[in-house]
């Protein structure tokens, strides 16, 4: 089984990009399908205060996403020999002046974006350390889209950026990467001017944290040992 295993298609529940490219780093493309979760609502984070409390959250969403991935596969063309399901959710934490944690999605293309990413970066980044969170899970499935085992894991990676960024705002700003980031800023690309220091997994800020992902593959028998 193992050895079947890991020629096994993985489906990638997520939309993300940069989800895929990370994924891309580890197995053959030719094994990776896309196959995003077709309900795009997802539970917000309002109303919760403690770390635990957010972690929990995100092992919610992305119970949701996988369970819409599995349904989609169970309903659609079966995978010959079955498949390898992975979905993701990753959320920027913030302090506020007060202290308590808050989460910051995506900036509002249709709003005025730009201002409410200055906001972020003055109020919650510069010369302060925030927190990535992600939560991973691996599911193996049959031909037939049945679930033999499923395991999850969360990450939390510690980022510190600079004092002074009003210095690099209008320019990063200018340069629209912001948007379709969780926290308005990509580590892997131009924000990273901003950055002085990141504690834990780098490819987390990113958008998957490899190290475990890898690690549950293993697990499963579904990458080389």
């Known amino acids: 089984m193992t050895e079947v295993a890991t020629r096994l298609p993985i489906v990638i529940g997520s939309r993300s990009p940069r989800r895929l490219e990370l994924l891309q780093l580890i197995a053959d493309p030719m094994r990776?399908?896309?196959?995003?979760?077709?309900?795009?609502?997802e539970s917000g984070f309002d109303g919760l205060v403690e770390m635990l409390e957010f972690e929990a959250r995100c092992h919610e969403i992305v119970e949701r996403k996988r369970l819409d991935v599995i349904r989609q596969l169970a309903e659609g063309?079966?995978?010959?020999?079955?498949?390898v399901v992975i979905c993701a959710d990753t959320t920027v934490i913030v302090k506020d002046k007060a202290e308590a944690l808050l989460a910051l999605g995506q900036p509002q293309e249709d709003g005025d974006w730009q201002n409410e990413v200055r906001g972020w970066f003055r109020s919650y980044f510069a010369g302060r350390t925030h927190f990535v969170l992600s939560v991973v899970s691996v599911s193996l499935c049959d031909a037939a889209g049945n679930v033999s085992r499923t395991l999850n894991e969360s990450c939390v990676t510690c980022v510190t950026m600079r004092d002074a960024v009003d210095h690099w705002l209008d320019w990063y700003i200018a340069t629209g990467e912001p948007l379709g980031k969780a926290g308005g800023y990509a580590i892997q690309g131009a924000g990273s001017v901003m950055v002085t220091k990141v504690e834990g997994s780098y490819s987390n800020v990113v958008g998957l944290p490899i190290e475990n992902t890898v690690k549950m593959l293993r697990e499963i028998g579904a990458f080389p040992a």
């Open 77 to 83: 063309p079966a995978v010959d020999q079955g498949c």
């Open 32 to 41: 990776l399908i896309v196959l995003p979760p077709l309900d795009v609502d």
